[in-house]
């Protein structure tokens, strides 16, 4: 006896943001919640930027990628650009995420 296949009847689109904290889990993902969370963060973005769907995580993730990668390395592809990034953020070291970590808060606190 075959059973039919079950259907499922909501569909939820994934953010790219959803979609990258699946994909890149470790020291990436986890910088990225961790700075999205921050007072600083919170306070610039005055609450106004959505976290249930990881929002938050991609406006950090674009910081990172410009302060890691640098805007001459922006092709105009941004959903390359901030995955580039983030792969290049999984191997760094612990200095380097620390610097990153520190220039974000440091341009969070300007941006209050």
């Known amino acids: ?4 296949a079950k259907r499922w009847s909501y569909q939820r ?3 790219p943001a959803e979609i990258k904290n699946s994909v890149y889990r470790g ?3 986890d910088l ?4 999205a969370h921050s007072d600083g963060f919170v306070q610039a973005a005055r609450g106004k930027i959505d976290s249930s769907r990881m929002l938050d995580c991609e406006f950090v993730n674009r910081f990172i990628a410009f302060r890691l990668l640098g805007v001459e390395r ?3 592809n941004l959903e390359d650009f901030l995955n580039d990034a983030m792969i290049r953020l999984q191997k760094e ?3 380097t995420l620390e610097r990153c970590r520190k220039d974000f808060l440091k341009a969070m606190t300007y941006a209050r």
């Open 74 to 76: 922006y092709g105009g």
């Open 1 to 4: 006896m075959r059973l039919p």
């Open 32 to 35: 990225l919640k961790e700075l």
């Open 13 to 15: 689109h994934l953010e």
């Open 27 to 29: 020291q990436a993902a």
């Open 93 to 95: 070291d612990d200095d």
